[in-house]
């Protein structure tokens, strides 16, 4: 991939997730961004390739918070803030109905984007639970695939706009809330002290 197809799919994603997909077309972008439309189409073949590669762009934008820091030997409370705050700045500005007009225009596109996100998330908190019982910081009796699977079920809810119309709830305020409700609930009492000391040390 080069610097140039990386750039573009960058700036597609930040408009793509916060305008409506029904003006997502080649022709439409290459207008917008001042690119020619045979330089797009070296890359991509049609709006649902383009689609694809914006969202595996997206993935792997996502997988680069483990590279650039170094987990070994951290809290895992640090490790669940540091993570989740990147979360939450990276899809913030996703709009409710960009995941819905995905869904209803690029079916298989946007399952096996889903599919693949979910799956390494799954496995990233169950390292962190895992770690945190190690630490001496979580609840030893917690079901680590429930917990697991309790907060991909949360993080999906987060964007569906039946459950949280965005006109009322902000994505910020429903994250920190589901952040702060899974800390209190997997923690013990030396992880809850911890929690709170590093809370106010840092804006989260």
């Known amino acids: 991939m080069t610097d140039l197809f990386k750039k573009i799919l960058e700036r597609v994603r930040e408009k793509a997730f916060t305008k409506e ?16 439309e045979d330089t797009i189409r070296k890359y991509v073949r049609n709006e649902e390739d383009l689609v694809e590669k914006v969202l ?16 070994e030997g951290v809290n895992a409370i640090d490790i669940l803030l540091m993570v989740s705050k990147e979360i939450a700045l990276r899809f913030k500005d996703v ?25 390494f998330i799954f496995s990233k908190i169950k390292i962190n639970l895992q ?16 917990i697991s699977r309790l907060y991909i079920s949360r993080l999906i809810d987060l ?8 006109e009322k709830f ?26 709170e000391k590093k809370k106010k040390a840092i804006k989260f």
Do not use: A, W
Not at 21 to 36: A, M
Not at 159 to 166: A, I, S, Y
Not at 184 to 194: A, T
């Open 159 to 166: 964007h569906n706009p039946d459950f949280f119309p965005p």
């Open 131 to 146: 770690k945190g019982i190690s630490q001496g910081i979580y609840r030893e009796d917690l079901s680590i695939e429930l």
């Open 21 to 36: 997909l029904e003006k997502f077309t080649i022709t439409d972008l290459c207008k917008e961004f001042d690119v020619s």
């Open 56 to 71: 595996e762009f997206e993935r792997e934008s996502f997988k680069e918070i483990f590279l650039t820091h170094n987990f």
């Open 170 to 195: 902000s994505f910020e305020t429903l994250f920190d809330t589901m952040f702060e409700s899974l800390i209190r609930n997997i923690s013990n009492e030396k992880g809850l002290k911890y929690y």
């Open 95 to 119: 709009s409710p109905s960009f995941t819905f007009e995905l869904r209803k225009r690029f079916p298989e596109t946007y399952q096996k984007h889903f599919d693949y996100r979910i799956e």
